[in-house]
């Protein structure tokens, strides 16, 4: 057993204020009950030096230490040694693009790109493809994508990314930022905007890219993709392959006016939506394959999304590593996680 100390990232503590550390214990409860059982002890918010930092005891190894790398809030891991000092341990995550991919577009109703990876990594790990994560190019379905922001964090993890929002003026935004970017970074690329159509119908638009994080990848066909469709989320049984995604993985309308979330003008049910969507999301996923939701307890409490994930034929991950993600964005929003996980 060694004693490690992780630094929380400032843009984590900007985002989460007094929450980000809890966030982190949570987060690292369940890597403590899924690819790290019975390597991690618990983890506490610990005052060194007059800085804070959540330390927790585990017996890692590489890959231990490699999936710490990917937590979302991580800035800095130290090993600590029996005299108290504190040794830097290398992270290696997966990122394999620039960071600005994440960060260069900025508009109202942008999720957070720091619980974003929150998101992905609670639900990828409470799925069957958890022990794949760090070896395998998985496949993540952002049902609600909007501009994007799953896409590109799971793009960064060298992964597929598929979306579909049916806002026009998201899709377009989000295709005109990826190919300008793509072409600024000289990344070998293509990319297509074509009809999506099914059964002689026009459901919206899709757009097909398909790129390598360099030219020797390229030229060994070793590609990522994204595909992502202008439609409602309630067609996705009909856009994409039943069976074919490790994860979905989505935040959810809060039900909430954009732009006057101080005042808490409540706009429509999101748990409407879920009722009608989560049948379509779960026929896309591949059996063991999780959902992850984001939602606003206020409009959307815990408890009821749990049911409609059970209802939907997905096994609620609900221990107490899954129940500690609650936390305050504001008045009117208390955001949670609530995550699924389909049959095998
Ligand atoms: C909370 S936002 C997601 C924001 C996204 N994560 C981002 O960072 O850009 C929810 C999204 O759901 C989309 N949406 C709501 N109802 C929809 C429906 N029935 N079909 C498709 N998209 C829908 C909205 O257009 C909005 O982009």
């Not at 400032?10 to 409860?29: C, D």
């Not at 230490?65 to 995550?93: C, K, Q």
């Not at 959307?300 to 129940?323: I, S």
Request: hydrophobic letters at 40%; aromatic letters at 6%.
């Amino acid at each position: 057993m060694s004693s490690y100390a992780v630094l929380v990232s400032p843009s984590a503590n900007r985002v989460y204020a007094g929450a980000a550390a809890a966030l982190t214990i949570a987060e690292l409860a369940v890597l403590g009950e899924t690819v790290l059982a019975g390597r991690l002890g618990d983890a506490h918010q610990e005052e060194v030096a007059g800085v804070g930092y959540v330390t927790f005891d585990g017996d890692l190894g590489a890959a231990g230490l490699a999936h710490i790398a990917n937590l979302s809030t991580a800035f800095a891991l130290f090993e600590r040694t029996d005299d108290g000092a504190f040794r830097p341990v290398r992270l290696d995550r997966l990122h394999c693009l620039d960071d600005d991919l994440l960060t260069i577009l900025k508009y109202q109703g942008k999720t957070n790109e720091v619980f974003t990876k929150l998101l992905i990594n609670v639900t990828v790990l409470g799925s069957h493809s958890a022990g794949r994560m760090l070896t395998d190019r998985l496949r993540v379905l952002d049902p609600l994508c909007g501009r994007g922001t799953t896409l590109n964090q799971v793009l960064m993890y060298g992964w597929h990314a598929s979306g579909v929002d049916r806002d026009a003026k998201d899709f377009d935004a989000y295709a005109a930022f990826l190919r300008r970017w793509l072409q600024d970074k000289r990344l070998k690329h293509t990319a297509t905007v074509a009809k999506l159509r099914r059964d002689g119908q026009t459901l919206g638009r899709r757009l097909d890219v398909e790129l390598a994080i360099s030219k020797e990848r390229w030229a060994a066909g070793d590609t990522i993709t994204v595909s992502s469709a202008l439609a409602d989320t309630r067609a996705t049984a009909e856009i994409f392959r039943s069976g074919s995604v490790d994860a979905v993985v989505t935040d959810a309308p809060y039900g909430v006016q954009h732009g006057s979330h101080g005042g808490g003008g409540v706009r429509r049910q999101p748990l409407d939506l879920l009722a009608e969507a989560l049948p379509g999301w779960v026929s896309v996923l591949r059996p063991g394959g999780a959902v992850g939701i984001a939602v606003n307890t206020r409009t959307c409490p815990r408890d009821q999304a749990l049911a409609l994930l059970a209802n939907a034929g997905v096994e609620p991950r609900d221990t107490a590593a899954y129940r500690g993600f609650e936390h305050r964005v504001d008045r009117a929003i208390e955001r949670d996680i609530v995550v699924g996980v389909k049959s095998e």
